[in-house]
């Protein structure tokens, strides 16, 4: 795995974080009888789930880690710097 490889597959699970954290936004002001409210509830509207698509586009179907990408990514970071067990714990984390 190379460094290029490993950008793009943070910016992937990024863009999947990105994508989660909106829609919790939006649902938790959508609930609001506000013009904040309203808004949540347009956007979402008109978003019609398309930032889920994409999102779910950049993710392997069976986990957002699978044991080979986690293994290349434990090594890339260990040969950086990085304790192994570390990166590990994070990545699991993310993956719960």
């Known amino acids: ?3 290029s490889m490993l950008d793009e597959m943070i910016d992937e699970k ?3 974080l990105e994508a989660l954290e909106w ?6 002001d959508c609930r609001k009888v506000t013009r904040e409210g309203d ?7 008109r ?5 889920a698509r994409l999102a779910l586009e ?13 293994m ?6 260990q040969d950086n710097g990085y304790e192994a067990d570390e990166v ?5 984390e993310m993956s719960s």
Request: proline residues 2%.
């Open 14 to 16: 990024l863009m999947l």
């Open 39 to 45: 808004e949540a509830r347009h956007d979402l509207d």
């Open 88 to 92: 590990y714990n994070a990545m699991k």
């Open 23 to 28: 829609y919790a936004e939006k649902v938790r």
């Open 47 to 51: 978003d019609g789930g398309e930032r």
């Open 72 to 77: 290349d990514l434990i090594r890339l970071l």
């Open 58 to 70: 950049c993710i392997p179907r069976n986990s957002i880690f699978n044991d080979e990408e986690a």
């Open 1 to 3: 795995m190379t460094v």
